[in-house]
Each structure stands twice: as structure tokens, then as C-alpha cells.
């Protein structure tokens, strides 16, 4: 057996913290890329030479004409999203492939994840709508559908007619509308021809390009904290987002995982609802808005914004056995005169330096930072203001982990690896 590993990128905040950027940077000398869960709720924006990609399912090695992508069995793919993703690139049989036992996520999910969202009301979870939670609940009910049933779409469409009528009562009690036969069979008959040439048995792929010493990298999507065990219950994601999540979201073993990443912002975002200790609901949190344009890549929802917290940082860091910290954004910093850091909560009238189980009702206890005037496009560490070098420093002492690469724009090169 090889003892080639695979490098892992994982996020360490809310999602959104610009993994897309580093995956592409890494991916420049791997030979496969590798996506292990989500769906198309996740989105990753890259920008090389000036030119902006969003990338929702296709891993983000799409941009290296020499790698190879994989999509593993722990995504549930839209079929029509990801054709309409394909549109964008050309030439990709040969170096895109899907895994046969990823779950299908068909229109019905959405529309099961819009009706849900709505009759929980004020206690909505603040999803993307796109049926996420629905595909993956029908997979660990053990009614789902996966992309190699499309090989026999009359077959598939009986199925999934039986599974309607099984459940029609409630299908109608949520408006959730139910197609008929012709339709749903015109669609994955469209769905097959469309990927087919891409679908494969992903797990043996893996083993192989491990066994012949090949460079691997995966990549998750959102973050540690909206993982389904051990983010933020119940406004998480219906996935295993952390590290752990790419042996049985791909097939590998714990012994196959070499290096890994961990990306965070400089600061953070979170969409949705659920709790967020740091969250600035003032000017500096507009401020931190606009800087980092931050509206999600897939909904355009404006993101709620806030400092960067070092007691979920270094929870995440433990969970995943980060080896470094990939820190983004850190020029959207620029200008403010004070930045703070959330370095304990105080909760039920306690000072706790541990992310506690109700985290909601936990109040941040900040350490305040002397801000700089300018870091962007620096693309060495000496290079940048005195006052951010020191803030990197103070944040490495504090979740006990190196930073080791550093991100100073949206544009691929400006990147400082240490």
C-alpha cells in the first residue's frame, strides 16, 4: 500500500471564509481535486487574471487544465444545477467525474426545504432553499435516489412515482407540487444524457491515484461551525463539514489524510440564523460588509458580519487536527483604527474560554488590536503594516496554531505563503 496522503482544506468559521481562492492557489500542483459534501448551497468565488468564477459543485481544480475533479458519494447533486455550472468550461470529460452513490437532489427537495422554511415562520433555520436538508434526510431515511440510477431513467422514474404516492398526503399538505410521470422521466432522461460520460465509481478512482503517488487535495464546504454534530444545532448544514467528513464522503481511510488546511477570515460572517457571539450589529459591522463584499456567492444574501473569535477558532482547529491556518481577507481590515478579537464568552455570569453547548446565550469578552492603514496586495510577510503582523502573531498564540498562508486580495496571486 502507497503511503502517499492527501492534503485537506477545511473551513473553521460559519462557511464563506474563501476556500474557493485557496483550493485554486493549491490546486496548481495537484494532480486531482476532490469534493467530499454539500451541495450547491455552497459556493466558491474565485478571481484569476481579473476574471471571477462561481463555483457551487464542480471542485475548484476546474481551473487547472491538468487536474482532475472529483465529486464524491457524500454530495447530493442537482443534476440540472450541475449542468448549468458545466456551461462554463469546456473540454472537461477526462478530468470531471461523479461518483455513482452521490445522492440525487431533484426539484422536489427544494421545494420540500422552501414549504419547511416557511411554516417553521420566526423559527426558521435560514437555509438556502436550494433542499439540502431534504436530500440528505431521504438519504439516512433510506429513501434517496443516487446519480447511478440514472443509467436507467424508466426504472428511477417508477421509484420515485412510488415514493410520491407513498407520501402524497403530505407533499399536498406543504404545496409542495408533484410532477407527472412524463415530466419527471423527460427530465432524467435529459439528466443521463447530459452526465453520464462523468459518472464513475469515484472510491476505486481515489485508491488508485493514492496507490500511484499522485498529488490529491480535498475540499469540503461551509464551515466547522455549521457542521451537523458539532456546529451551532439546529442552524447547521445536513452534512459532515469537518476534516473527518472526507474519509466517508469519499472513501479513504484516516491514514490516507496528509496536511491539513484550515481557512478563516480575519474576521466573521455568518448566513443564516443561528447563534454568533461576535456578530457587530453597528457601523463597524457594515464597514466589515462592505469591505469584504460580503453577500453570498449562491443566494446574494448580505451576510451578518463581525470579529474574528478565537475561542470557536480554536475549537475547530482541534476538531479537524488543523496543521495551518490559511487567513483570508486580512485586507479588509485595512483602515480601521481599533480591531477587536473575541477572546473568551462570558456566560450565565462566567468567563468560559470553550464554545459551550448553548452558545446562543454566550456574550464575547474582546481584546482590542491597533488597526493599520494598508495590507492589500502584499505578497510578503514583511511587507505588511508592522500592526497586522503583530495581530497574526497575537492570533497564532491564541488558537495555538501557525498561519501560514495569508490572503491580501480576491486576486489569486496576491497570497503570502510562509
Not at 409542495?176 to 419527471?184: F, G, H, R
Not at 456574550?363 to 514583511?382: D, I, L, M, Q, T
Amino acid at each position: 500500500m502507497s503511503n502517499n496522503r492527501a492534503d485537506l482544506i477545511v473551513g473553521l468559521q460559519w462557511g464563506d471564509e474563501g476556500k474557493g481562492k485557496i483550493v485554486d492557489h493549491m490546486a496548481q500542483t495537484h494532480d486531482y481535486v476532490c469534493r467530499f459534501a454539500g451541495g450547491h448551497n455552497a459556493g466558491h468565488t474565485i478571481v484569476v487574471e481579473g476574471k471571477k468564477y462561481a463555483l457551487h459543485l464542480i471542485p475548484s481544480g476546474v481551473l487547472n487544465p491538468d487536474a482532475k475533479n472529483i465529486v464524491g458519494n457524500g454530495v447530493v447533486l442537482s443534476p440540472a444545477d450541475f449542468i448549468e455550472e458545466m456551461r462554463q468550461f469546456e473540454d472537461l470529460e477526462g478530468r470531471l467525474f461523479i461518483s455513482d452513490k452521490a445522492h440525487l437532489l431533484l426539484p422536489y427537495h427544494a421545494e420540500i426545504d422552501r414549504a419547511r422554511e416557511r411554516l417553521r415562520g420566526g423559527r426558521a433555520i435560514g437555509t438556502t432553499g436550494k433542499g439540502i436538508g431534504p436530500a440528505y434526510g431521504d438519504k439516512v431515511a433510506r429513501v434517496g435516489h443516487r446519480v447511478g440510477e440514472l443509467s436507467d431513467p424508466r426504472k428511477l422514474t417508477r421509484r420515485i412515482m412510488d415514493y410520491f404516492a407513498m407520501n402524497r398526503p403530505v407533499f399536498e399538505a406543504m404545496g409542495v407540487a408533484i410532477p407527472s410521470e412524463t415530466e419527471l422521466y423527460r427530465q432524467l432522461v435529459e439528466y443521463k444524457e447530459a452526465l453520464e460520460p462523468f459518472i464513475t465509481d469515484t472510491t476505486l478512482l481515489v485508491w488508485k491515484a493514492l496507490e500511484e503517488g499522485k498529488r490529491i487535495l480535498l475540499e469540503g464546504a461551509q464551515g466547522t461551525m455549521l457542521d451537523i454534530d458539532h456546529g451551532t444545532y439546529p442552524f447547521v448544514t445536513s452534512s459532515t463539514t469537518v476534516a473527518a467528513g472526507a474519509c466517508s464522503g469519499l472513501g479513504i481511510a484516516p491514514r490516507d489524510i496528509g496536511t491539513v488546511t484550515g481557512i478563516a477570515k480575519a474576521y466573521c460572517t455568518r448566513v443564516g440564523n443561528g447563534p454568533f457571539p461576535s456578530e457587530d450589529f453597528g457601523e463597524e459591522g457594515q464597514r466589515l460588509r462592505d469591505n469584504g463584499h460580503e453577500y453570498g456567492t449562491t443566494t446574494g444574501r448580505p451576510r451578518r458580519c463581525g470579529w474574528f473569535d478565537a475561542v470557536a477558532m480554536r475549537h475547530a482547529v482541534r476538531i479537524n487536527g488543523v496543521d495551518r491556518i490559511a487567513l483570508m481577507k486580512l485586507d479588509v481590515l485595512d483602515g480601521f483604527e481599533e480591531i477587536k478579537v473575541c477572546v473568551a464568552y462570558r456566560l450565565h455570569g462566567e468567563e468560559i474560554d470553550y464554545v459551550p453547548y448553548d452558545l446562543e446565550e454566550a456574550e464575547p469578552v474582546y481584546r482590542v488590536f491597533p488597526g493599520w492603514k494598508r495590507c492589500a496586495g502584499a505578497r510578503s510577510f514583511e511587507e505588511l503594516p508592522v500592526q497586522a503582523r503583530e495581530y497574526i502573531s497575537a492570533l497564532e498564540e491564541m488558537i495555538g496554531c501557525r498561519i501560514g498562508i495569508i490572503s491580501t486580495s480576491p486576486d489569486r496571486d496576491d497570497t503570502i505563503v510562509r
